[in-house]
């Protein structure tokens, strides 16, 4: 029992190293790969303790040792071949019990600012006015051009829901986004896993469309949870946004494409690839 439990303990780490891709499905079953195993057991912590134990199957049982290690490792490749694309598919409807509440209304701008007193503004005038408004507000604001948020709006149709990379100090974390109405809803896919629909948000970016046709745009606004993102994450996330959902890039049209229809298949990992590639 010690011994599988050795075994299976070093087993789950290799696997680890390999997730990406498994392309060594079959790692335990030539005497190379043996070889293998018992390296990475002598490079375990616990190796000393169970040395003897494990050397003495080996040389007096050599086939149930084989068989022993065949088996833990067909179990894992198993395991994590059945969760390749399980999260993905759990992530496309979020906040689905909350769609199916009640009537949910479009936010306006009234409520932070007077519409009358800049109406007969430029659209110039309007931008100006609205990016000072917030240079001392605790969020984020842009104008976006007519014709690009009517781009955003009919691909947000198409692909509800989405993921995007946000850099850290030690790699990336995984923000899910999904569309409702005019507004945008971030949350880290940590706290969709664990609160699912009810998970707090840590970007809510609202698109107010009051001057999209007599002056041709948009106004953003983005609040965040100073807790979990500052403002140049913020910043970040809703300039991924405008990557995928505006601009006509085929390799991330591909990626919403991939996410939507088949998250089984979905690689996380281009996302990184993508993100790598900008200077945010």
């Known amino acids: 029992m010690q011994l599988t439990c050795l075994l299976r303990t070093i087993l789950y780490k290799g696997s680890l190293q390999i997730g990406k891709n498994l392309t060594r499905k079959n790692i335990m079953t030539t005497p190379r790969s043996m070889q293998e195993v018992l390296e990475d057991l002598k490079g375990n912590p616990y190796y000393d303790k169970y040395s003897d134990k494990i050397k003495q199957v080996q040389n007096s049982k050599p ?3 084989q068989s022993r290690v065949e088996n833990l490792e067909k179990k894992k490749v198993k395991k994590i071949e059945a969760s390749k694309g399980r999260q993905y598919s759990q992530l496309l409807n979020p906040k689905e019990k909350l769609e199916n509440k009640t009537q949910i209304k479009e936010e306006s701008l009234d409520k932070i600012m007077k519409i009358d007193l800049i109406k007969d503004k430029t659209a110039e005038e309007v931008e100006s006015i609205w990016l000072e408004y ?14 690009d948020y009517e781009k ?5 149709l198409k692909f509800k829901t989405f993921l995007f990379p946000l850099p850290r100090s030690q790699g990336y974390e995984f923000i899910l986004c999904q569309f409702e109405k005019n507004t945008v809803h971030f949350t880290p896919l940590l706290y969709f896993q664990v609160h699912k629909e009810n998970a707090p948000e840590c970007l809510t970016l609202t ?9 041709g745009i948009v106004l953003m606004r983005g609040e965040y949870d100073k807790n979990v993102i500052n403002a140049k994450e913020a910043q970040c996330l809703a300039n991924q946004l405008q990557l995928y959902y505006i601009q006509d890039d085929e390799e991330k049209q591909k990626l919403l494409e991939t996410f939507t229809v088949d998250p089984d298949s979905f690689d996380h990992m281009e996302l990184v690839k993508q993100v790598n590639n900008l200077s945010l």
């Open 152 to 156: 955003l709006e009919q691909r947000s």
């Open 207 to 215: 698109h107010y469309k009051e001057f999209k046709d007599d002056k």
């Open 63 to 65: 086939d149930e040792f």
């Open 134 to 147: 917030h240079l001392t507000k605790d969020c984020i604001a842009a104008t976006i051009p007519s014709k």
